[in-house]
């Protein structure tokens, strides 16, 4: 990282589906997805309170907290998990405890209570990086009650970088404008689909001097795979959409390259990108990612995707 001693892995592991996103996922499986990870050289998780009500962090820890080799945790504050006799059901987290609801809570105690709730739930004394969540609707309060809690956690060295975890660049550059981040994880903003990161946010953070972790990479699935019923931004994919996720899809398909190993490369063309953040559901899912990302790609592919008016120029 630029500003930090933290190193982390050009791909890295998002741990929203191991929490039985839109469906279940067996512990077994969850488990050997993270020493998978571990085994191919990811070093980098990032997890969140959200992510299946506590059962993301509680999995993640699970594993970690016995590793003796180096890694990046990352979570998130900004909700707090209450207990309550019946929570409302999710469609996204369709397996979580009904009852355990998250609630938005940007106060200072909030804050707090959500970080040592974290420490709690996966069992680890700190967390190298702690991302403002979801804040497009508390920049103020992420602004004046969670930044300096968590400036504060990292003075006494229980973390080691502050960032904002978000899906919207205008927001981010808010908070990125009156307070001094180290990074940003933004999802959804610097795809195949959607480069609107990069006309502002992306110079603005690479003039700044903070990483970017780029997650989405797939806009949710209709990249991975642009079919009717395909989820563009976690609700089905327009005909447009998949229309233009299918054009792109044959272009690439006629030089011989997958749609899904652009989609995993494509974010790591601008300079201001760190990591690429990839959710995997399963070792096997992981390691088509790996070998997806791996891939040998011809240098000018992205230009051929510019000049074909499929992507934007850089």
């Known amino acids: 990282m630029k500003r930090t001693s933290l190193e ?68 998130k504050v900004g909700r707090v998990l209450k207990s309550v006799e019946q929570a409302e059901p999710v469609p996204w987290f369709p397996e979580a405890d009904p009852h355990v609801e998250p609630v938005f809570d940007y106060s200072r105690e909030g804050i707090l209570q959500s970080f040592n709730d974290s420490l709690a739930r996966m069992g680890v004394e700190h967390i190298d990086i702690a991302l403002m969540h979801d804040a497009e609707n508390h920049i103020s309060q992420a602004i004046n009650n969670a930044y300096p809690v968590l400036a504060d956690l990292k003075s006494q060295g229980i973390i080691k970088a502050i960032g904002i975890g978000i899906n919207f660049c205008d927001a981010a550059m808010k908070i990125m404008k009156e307070v001094d981040v180290d990074v940003v994880l933004i999802a959804g903003r610097y795809t195949l689909l959607d480069q609107s990161a990069q006309r502002e946010f992306l110079p603005y953070a690479l003039e700044k001097k903070v990483d970017v972790t780029i997650g989405g990479v797939y806009n949710s699935g209709v990249l991975a795979n642009p079919v009717p019923g395909a989820t563009f931004e976690y609700l089905p994919a327009s005909d447009e959409i998949i229309k233009k996720a299918q054009e792109i899809g044959a272009f690439l398909g006629e030089r011989g390259i997958p749609l899904t190993a652009a989609a995993l490369q494509f974010p ?30 011809p240098s000018n592919i ?6 074909a008016g499929l992507i934007e120029r850089l």
């Open 8 to 75: 982390l892995s050009r791909l890295s592991l998002g741990t929203a589906p191991l929490a039985g996103l839109f469906s279940a996922v067996k512990d077994q499986d969850s488990d050997d997805l993270i020493r998978t990870a571990l085994d191919q050289g990811i070093n980098y998780f990032d997890t969140a309170p959200l992510y299946g009500h506590g059962s993301s962090e509680m999995r993640l820890g699970r594993i970690l907290k016995n590793v003796t080799q180096p890694f990046v945790l990352e979570t």
């Open 302 to 307: 992205w230009s051929e995707l510019e000049d």
């Open 268 to 297: 790591l063309r601008h300079p201001a990108v760190t990591s690429v953040l990839t959710g995997s559901r399963s070792s096997a899912e992981l390691l088509a990612n790996i070998a997806d990302f791996d891939r040998e790609l």
